[in-house]
């Protein structure tokens, strides 16, 4: 199971300003909720970044983990030995048990803390909003460091070539490899 750190959640005194802010620093607007009862949560993702902030009332300051399968990694963090909550999932401002009915992205829940009392979420998303993916600039800073990266997987590809004396029908798959596990990167 992939944990991917993917919200960490920020006190603010002024919900407003603080958006202006973010905002006057060219970060991504990725969502403003009014979910009723005073709750509020805004979230921005600074330029190239796979963590966004978040901040608002009444929202718990626990950073996020995104996880593909709340279920699963319940699972496997019980397993480890981790006292996981039961699944829950947001019906406007309330938090209700269980997971979302309708299995709705961005909607499950778990939370868990570790053993100095930090407190975790884990998030369930299976469908990205639009504007919510991660880019790869992420992961390599910039459009440069991302060229030399596939400049290194072909190199390493072509090597790969020269050795086994065939082409490889499977490249793409050998080059996501490479690259998940370049050490330069």
């Known amino acids: 199971m992939d944990y991917r750190l993917e919200v ?3 006190p603010v005194s002024d919900v ?26 805004v979230q921005m993702t600074p330029p190239g970044s796979a963590c966004s902030v978040s901040f608002g ?18 699972a496997e963090l019980t397993n480890s030995g981790v006292e996981v909550s039961e699944p829950f999932h947001r019906e406007g401002a309330q938090m ?12 499950s829940y778990a939370s868990f803390k570790d053993p100095a009392g930090n407190a ?18 992420a992961v390599y800073g910039s459009e440069e460091h ?13 090597a790969h070539e020269a050795k086994t004396g065939q082409k490889d029908a499977n490249w793409s798959q050998w080059y ?10």
């Not at 009332?57 to 319940?74: G, H, N, S, W, Y």
């Not at 975790?120 to 600039?137: H, I, N």
Request: proline share 7%; charged share 25%; net charge negative.
């Open 57 to 74: 009332t009444k929202i718990p300051m626990a950073p996020e983990l995104v996880v593909d399968d709340i279920e699963a990694a319940r």
């Open 8 to 10: 960490a959640n920020i």
């Open 120 to 137: 975790w979420t884990l998030q369930e998303v299976t469908e990205r909003l639009p504007g919510r993916s991660t880019s790869p600039l």
């Open 146 to 158: 991302l060229a030399q990266a596939l400049q290194r997987a072909s190199d390493a590809y072509t």
């Open 16 to 41: 407003d300003q603080a958006k202006q802010f973010y905002q006057g620093l060219g970060w991504r607007l990725d969502a403003d909720f009014d979910l009723g009862g005073g709750t509020r949560i």
């Open 96 to 107: 209700r048990p269980g997971v979302d009915p309708k299995h709705q992205s961005y909607a």
């Open 176 to 185: 996501a490899h490479f690259m998940t596990e370049d050490p330069n990167a």
